[in-house]
């Protein structure tokens, strides 16, 4: 499976954001963008997402995954990818597990469930509180179990380390690195080094 991105444009308010973008991701590969700020890091993965159009060009998924009996399709990028943005897409009055499953039901089993993954992004034993309790950095943790309760390959990231302490930064790392040596991509937009290894994407400078 390979994600594509060909001639991409991006414009925002009617004003263009990037043109010429074109990549193409294989499956265990990473794409780090960089750029300044304003340089349309967040309006490329919205994009991809599908939940902004491109204003030229097109990004597609190709092939099917390979999985040990044969291979999985995943007919549109939609289908295949978890975005997690600046917003942690969770409920605050829902408990942190109840969240959790929310979105594994969505996306598809994972390979952890709900109290594994909490306990892989070190807030074991606190599922039952409301996500509006939790701190800053523990509710970024609880939006990377997210992505590990989710089956989805293509994990498209935003600032994904955006308030972790190092601790937390490490383990995320690994968990990225995981994800890629499992067959999975991920196109992440940072100013940080991730600790994961990939190819980079730079963008420009704004207007
Ligand atoms: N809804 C919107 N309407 C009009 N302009 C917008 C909108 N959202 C973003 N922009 C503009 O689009 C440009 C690109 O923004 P974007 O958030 O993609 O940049 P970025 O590279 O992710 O920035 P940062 O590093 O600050 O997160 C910016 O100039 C921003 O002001």
Redesign the pocket.
Known sequence: MRLIAENLG?E??G?A?FSGIGFALEECQALIVT??????????L?IIAGLLPAAEGSVRIEGVMKVEDGGEAFPSVASACHYLG?QNAMKPALSVAENLRFWRDFNGDGQLGVEEALETVGLGGIGHLPFGYLSTGQRRRAAIAKLLVSHRPLWLL??PTAGLDKASEGRFAGLMTRHCADGGMIVA?T?LPLGVEGMELR?GE??
Do not use: F, I, W, Y
């Open positions: 991006g925002r308010g004003d954001v750029g300044p700020n304003g340089s349309g890091k967040s309006t490329l919205r600046h935003d600032e937009a100013h963008m704004a207007g």
